[in-house]
């Protein structure tokens, strides 16, 4: 325990010296939410919703700061300490692998945490929007997508022999799923068969169980994208763990 808060006192340190996080994790989604809510105003998802476009989007809004974080961030910091040599001083000292990564994961949750409460922040206290549904609920689904895209990017971090090689594997899954999960172009607006191949991302299933609680989606396809994650979660966490590469 003692070497698990000794360095994520000095990870965390180290991370806060840099801006990337801040803007792709506090800002970028504050800047869709502002483009959204100029496009769409006020306006009705569809006709006869409950709810507007814009608080529709909000809990996909949610997720940006985890994509960047658990599929940017992460895979690129341990792959950086890598190609450094740092890993393999660690490997001549009691620290584990699980022990790197859990530090990691730990800094970018931070991020995502204090990201979600800003954008919430935002979106309730000073555009006056209304979340619907169960908070609890919208939480517990939250952290479950965090997991998910965080043991991806465990996993690329963890295999990949260099800050180069993962940088392009980073980019690979960062760049396509940002805009076609929903991220940040709502899912709502994509042609059908753009929606069959978006569909394929894990990403995707995330933001449509975070849009479960507050919009009431079909019970089959909720379980259908918790089935998903967790088979995720656990393939990737496994392979993570195993195939963890010193040098």
């Known amino acids: 325990m003692r070497a698990f808060r000794t360095m994520l006192k000095v990870e965390l340190k180290l991370s806060l010296r840099e801006m990337d996080m801040f803007i792709f994790s506090i800002c970028l989604p504050l800047v869709v939410l502002a483009v959204i809510v100029m496009l769409y105003g006020t306006c009705p998802a569809f006709a006869g919703a409950p709810y507007t476009f814009v608080e529709q989007s909000f809990p996909a809004l949610a997720t940006i700061s985890i994509c960047a974080g658990g599929v940017m961030g992460l895979p690129l910091v341990v792959s950086d300490y890598r190609s450094r040599g740092i890993l393999r001083?660690?490997?001549?000292?009691?620290?584990?692998?699980?022990?790197?990564?859990?530090?990691?994961?730990?800094?970018?949750?931070?991020?995502?945490?204090?990201?979600?409460?800003?954008?919430?922040?935002?979106?309730?206290?000073?555009?006056?929007?209304?979340?619907?549904?169960?908070?609890?609920?919208?939480?517990?689904?939250?952290?479950?997508?965090?997991?998910?895209?965080?043991?991806?990017?465990?996993?690329?971090?963890?295999?990949?022999?260099?800050?180069?090689?993962?940088?392009?594997?980073?980019?690979?899954?960062?760049?396509?799923?940002?805009?076609?999960?929903g991220a940040t172009l709502p899912y709502e607006v994509l042609p059908a068969a753009a929606q069959k191949i978006a569909d394929l991302l894990p990403l995707t299933q995330g933001i449509k169980l975070l849009k479960a609680a507050p919009l009431g989606l079909p019970v089959k396809e909720v379980w259908i994208s918790i089935l998903v994650m967790l088979v995720f979660i656990v393939a990737c966490a496994v392979l993570a763990i195993r195939l963890f590469r010193w040098e």
């Open 89 to 181: 001083r660690f490997r001549v000292t009691p620290v584990s692998p699980a022990l790197i990564l859990l530090v990691q994961v730990v800094i970018y949750a931070l991020y995502a945490l204090g990201s979600l409460f800003t954008l919430w922040a935002v979106a309730v206290l000073v555009l006056g929007l209304q979340l619907h549904g169960s908070i609890p609920l919208f939480l517990l689904s939250y952290l479950l997508v965090m997991a998910t895209m965080f043991c991806i990017g465990v996993l690329v971090g963890g295999v990949a022999a260099n800050s180069k090689s993962a940088g392009i594997f980073t980019s690979i899954l960062y760049f396509p799923m940002l805009p076609f999960s």
